[in-house]
């Protein structure tokens, strides 16, 4: 991964030197988490969310997701 600095779009604003690849494994894991948050497999989106936030622990959009995850209740996960 390189960032072409000549881009309009970049994702997120880098102020500091980042680990890009670390990055961009994080981005794709919450993505994928979302898809199975959108197909209703709670438990495989956990998963993913789970292992966003191992490997950034101040990923609010996994914590949020997480924590709404986390109030559904058992029976409905399993009924999915």
């Known amino acids: 991964m390189k960032i072409d600095y000549f881009a309009t779009s970049l994702p997120n604003l880098l102020l500091f030197e980042d680990d890009l690849q670390k990055r961009n494994q994080v981005d794709c894991l919450f993505l994928l988490a979302l898809s199975e948050l959108g197909l209703r497999n709670h438990e495989r989106a956990m998963e993913l969310l789970n ?16 924590e709404s995850l986390t109030r559904i209740p058992a029976t409905t996960t399993a009924q999915q």
């Open 51 to 66: 292992q966003v936030l191992s490997l950034d622990c101040n990923h609010m959009a996994a914590q949020q997701e997480l």
